[in-house]
């Protein structure tokens, strides 16, 4: 057989197409690393404890610290402790050095002063000029105008996840509680006096830990971040009333109609203004 007619037989203009996305590729070593990468972009990390998922492990790693109740980091000049490593590192910045850090949010809604880190969450927030509400739960037909918002309701709602509740014990008398409700309540009426005091308001506390909390106030520490989206607190309860608007959760009930509220103080106002003279059971 003549040479010409074993070249001819070869393919000269052969291609590989991903039946995928379309991609087309000269050479079968390029379309057998694009299927490499396809395979790595569809592979997903759940979390056992809440379901969330993750492309890569690392992130997943990182996202399981969130669910220890373990402190290894801790400050070397007050003693703070912390999970990770770099929340050391921003605490001295902030609390000890009185540096703050800059955060950049160049995506800005052109209908309210509000901006954003990146494209996705200013498309998610502007879904609340329009009350759109494109994100739709399949098992109850709840509607969100957020993703994380839908995340967060099936989360708490479907799955019944719960952040475990640490115990409090009185560092004055040793006494345990199941609730941090009732160890206020007990720093309040058996210790009194001997309550924590601001050294630079002169605010009294019911706890040493409560103390902290304060002194977050004055030095513009927001050690309390939201897992939903990039905002972070002085406070736990400020960002437990937070979350409460990407999860939908209402747990205060009024008596009296069908309407729920997402604070206490909401509930109270809404009673004295259109129940009044009734008292809540």
């Keep these: 057989m003549k040479e010409t007619e074993v070249a001819s037989k070869t393919p000269q203009n052969e291609s590989f197409n991903c039946d995928q996305c379309n991609s087309c590729f000269k050479t079968k070593v390029l379309y057998e690393r694009h299927k490499l990468y396809q395979e790595k972009l569809t592979e997903h990390f759940s979390c056992q404890l809440c379901g969330r998922t993750f492309r890569e492990n690392f992130r997943l790693m990182r996202h399981m ?16 402790q912390f999970k990770r490593k770099y ?24 209908l309210c002063p509000k901006a954003f880190t990146h494209t996705a969450a200013l498309k998610d927030h502007q879904y609340v000029h329009s009350g759109q509400k494109s994100h739709v739960c399949d098992i109850c037909s709840a509607s969100f105008t957020s993703k994380s918002g839908l995340a967060g309701h099936i989360k708490v709602l479907h799955e019944g996840f719960k ?15 199941e ?11 058996t210790h009194g006096d001997a309550r924590p005091t601001c050294h630079i308001c002169g605010k009294k506390v019911c706890s040493k ?16 971040s939201c897992d939903y989206c990039e905002k972070a607190f002085a406070a736990k309860k400020y960002l437990k009333i937070h979350v409460r608007n990407h999860t939908g959760e209402s747990p205060f009930k009024c008596s009296f109609c069908p309407k729920v509220f997402k604070q206490r103080s909401a509930l109270t106002g809404h009673c004295k203004s259109r129940h009044p003279g009734l008292k809540p059971s």
């Design 179 to 189: 609730t941090r409700q009732g160890y206020a309540s007990h720093m309040k009426i």
């Design 65 to 80: 610290i969130s669910h220890s109740t373990e402190k290894p980091f801790a400050c070397p000049i007050c003693k703070k």
């Design 87 to 110: 929340e050391v590192t921003k605490h001295d910045r902030t609390v000890h050095q009185g540096k703050k850090y800059s955060i950049h949010k160049n995506y800005k809604c052109t």
């Design 163 to 177: 952040r475990p509740q640490e115990s409090c014990q009185c560092e004055l008398c040793g006494k345990n509680f």
């Design 209 to 224: 830990e409560f103390l902290v909390v304060h002194m977050n106030m004055h030095t513009g520490e927001k050690p309390f």
